[in-house]
């Protein structure tokens, strides 16, 4: 098991929580433990993101539930590649909302991983997903 720091390094030009110097697409997402078990992050839908007018793209709400998944991950130190994501889809989000992301782990096992996560506008669920997550045989990861 790594550090937080160490993992945070390996995963610096991140799609999502990258640092901009290193990812000028980077939606430079923060998130923070929320507890033992789960972070929080905070994204505002920009128009830059959206599928259908006025709404985020669904594979961008996809990409941050993820993201917010493998940070409950980093966080513990722990470096794993996302292995299966079911996503649902309960109401749209639209272009300027304020998206809370939240998502936790709910169990280990042997270097497999079942995590959760919720795309929140203004308290109501918009996005659920669960995923199992593996850690790569002999540290393939960065």
Do not use: W
């Not at 290193?22 to 078990?37: W, Y």
């Not at 304020?98 to 096992?109: D, E, N, Q, T």
């Amino acid at each position: 098991m790594s550090s937080y720091q160490d993992c945070k390094q390996s995963h610096s030009q991140c799609v999502v929580c990258g640092d901009a110097k290193q990812n000028p697409l980077s939606l430079q997402c923060k998130f923070f433990a929320d507890g033992e078990n789960q972070v929080v992050g905070y994204h505002k839908a920009s128009q830059q993101l959206q599928g259908y007018t006025h709404f985020l793209h669904g594979g961008v709400a996809s990409t941050l539930v993820d993201a917010a998944m493998t940070h409950c991950l980093l966080m513990q130190g722990i470096k794993a590649l996302t292995a299966e994501m079911t996503v649902r889809f309960v109401a749209p989000i639209k272009v300027g909302d304020a998206i809370k992301i939240v998502g936790h782990l709910v169990s280990k096992r042997l270097g497999m991983y079942q995590l959760e996560a919720v795309l929140y506008v203004e308290n109501k669920a918009c996005v659920t997903a669960k995923a199992k997550f593996i850690q790569p045989r002999n540290g393939v990861i960065g």
